[in-house]
């Protein structure tokens, strides 16, 4: 690779870095204040960046949320591809799960008091204004882990139902396991939740 095409590289993992950042701030910040009590100046501040820099990655609060979730389906889809061909298709998406479900931030809620947190994330997410932000992450998400799965299985993403299939019962499982961590009385680990949620899935979606 040239010099100019690593420096290309650098400079777009530098820009994944801080959107990927300033959507952790966003949502950890609209967590514990609300999101009406939350600016796009205190989000940029909370990651060291300006307000503009922030506006150059996102149109909004709800968008920067959202992303979130968006960059993680992209990392689990981008982890699949990476599995071994040899690994049969279930294991290796909880794997990919397993290895990027985080994106790498969930430590800094380290001494969080978990009701806490998971009270403010069910209000926020309550917003109708990031609600249709979500949809639109979770459709897109969807569309790109299906074509994962389609080059995995060797399915048709327009002839064959399967890989879409697959795609909506993973989002499906994803959102249904975040809905169970937040609203039950003592949340079990998110991963232990993901992998009991994958399993069963995958019991009733066998390989064609």
Not at 5 to 26: C, D, F, H, M
Not at 32 to 42: C, I, N, P
Not at 94 to 102: D, H, P, Q
Request: charged share 25%; proline share 4%; net charge negative.
């Amino acid at each position: 690779m040239s010099i100019e095409g690593v420096r290309e590289g650098l400079r777009e993992r530098k820009k994944r870095a801080t959107r990927i950042a300033l959507s952790w701030a966003a949502i950890r910040l609209c967590a514990e204040r609300g999101l009406d009590d939350v600016r796009v100046e205190d989000i940029a501040a909370e990651v060291g960046v300006s307000p503009r820099t922030f506006n150059n990655y996102f149109s909004s609060k709800g968008e920067a949320i959202a992303f979130r979730h968006l960059e993680r389906a992209r990392q689990i889809t981008e982890e699949l591809r990476a599995r071994p061909a040899s690994e049969p298709l279930w294991e290796a998406i909880t794997n990919a799960v397993l290895t990027r479900f985080g994106l790498g931030q969930e430590t800094r809620t380290d001494g969080t008091d978990v009701q806490q947190w998971t009270s403010g994330l069910r209000l926020m997410l309550a917003e109708p204004a990031l609600q249709g932000e979500i949809l639109k992450a979770d459709a897109q998400a969807e569309a790109e882990l299906a074509a994962a799965v389609a080059e995995r299985t060797g399915t048709d993403l327009v002839d064959d139902l399967y890989p879409h299939l697959v795609a909506a019962s993973v989002g499906a499982a994803l959102r249904t396991v975040m809905g169970h961590w937040m609203h039950a009385r003592y949340p079990a680990p998110i991963t232990d939740l993901l992998i009991d949620a994958l399993r069963q899935v995958s019991a009733g979606l066998p390989v064609p």
